[in-house]
């Protein structure tokens, strides 16, 4: 249950909440798969940590979405609002085969269950094509005591991508990325990771080890990227 706020800056952001469904780890997804999108040339609304404060939401009416905000206070995370942006439409907007394929192995490599024809997560704005909502990728952070067990792991619901058809140029698509995704630039993104976001009843990992976690997860996975081409070339029509 996003919300669309005005922050202290005067700009408005795509609230994304740390005391919904899937509390933190959503954030650190969003966080991570939009830095590694952009990194890689992609459109994506303009990421930013936004404090919630106490008495915000005090006077809500709804039980449920007032309980959301007292279990929210704090640092949870912004996107910048696109106004007037609409659904990516795959009849009516066309993706050339190359950025197709780069989307593609994007959501392969952090296995992004949610960029499907029910739920695109891709918007045109002033006739470009952006990417947003990550927040359901890298789904390994939901058991990571098994968390090295994920790295090498194929990613078997990519056949539900909304772009698979156009995946046709993955062995150049992997050239690309593999190359701008340098280790220093994941390691960067990864020790940006808020504190407050990183701990977890499930284990007694410090700050300091999940970010570990995450920017080994990352680098590592890109020993295996060439898998991700015989993924799409097994699945798609």
Not at 7 to 27: H, M
Not at 96 to 101: E, G, H, R, Y
Not at 175 to 180: D, G, L, R, V, Y
Request: proline share 5%; glycine share 6%; hydrophobic share 40%.
């Amino acid at each position: 249950m996003p919300a669309i706020i005005e922050a202290s800056d005067k700009e408005k952001y795509v609230l994304k909440f740390k005391g919904a469904g899937q509390g933190t780890k959503a954030l650190i997804a969003e966080y991570l798969g939009g830095k590694i999108a952009h990194q890689l040339g992609f459109l994506v609304p303009t990421l930013a940590f936004c404090t919630l404060d106490e008495g915000f939401g005090r006077t809500e009416p709804d039980e449920e979405i007032q309980d959301l905000l007292k279990a929210s206070v704090g640092l949870n995370l912004g996107l910048k609002y696109l106004p007037g942006s609409i659904t990516f439409d795959p009849v009516v907007n066309f993706v050339p085969d190359l950025i197709a394929s780069m989307i593609v192995w994007l959501d392969i490599y952090l296995t992004n269950v949610d960029r499907t024809a029910r739920n695109t997560n891709m918007l045109m704005w002033k006739n470009e094509l952006w990417l947003i909502d990550h927040g359901a990728a890298l789904y390994f952070h939901h058991n990571r005591a098994q968390w090295k067990s994920a790295i090498q792991k194929p990613f078997p619901m990519i056949q539900n991508h909304v772009l698979i058809k156009g995946a046709t140029k993955m062995e150049e698509a992997n050239e690309i990325i593999t190359t701008a995704l340098e280790t220093k630039f994941l390691e960067s993104i990864c020790n940006e990771l808020p504190e407050e976001w990183l701990s977890s009843r499930e284990d007694p990992m410090s700050a300091d080890q999940v970010r570990s976690m995450y920017y080994t997860y990352l680098s590592e996975r890109l020993l295996f990227s060439s898998t991700f081409i015989k993924e799409v070339v097994h699945v798609r029509p």
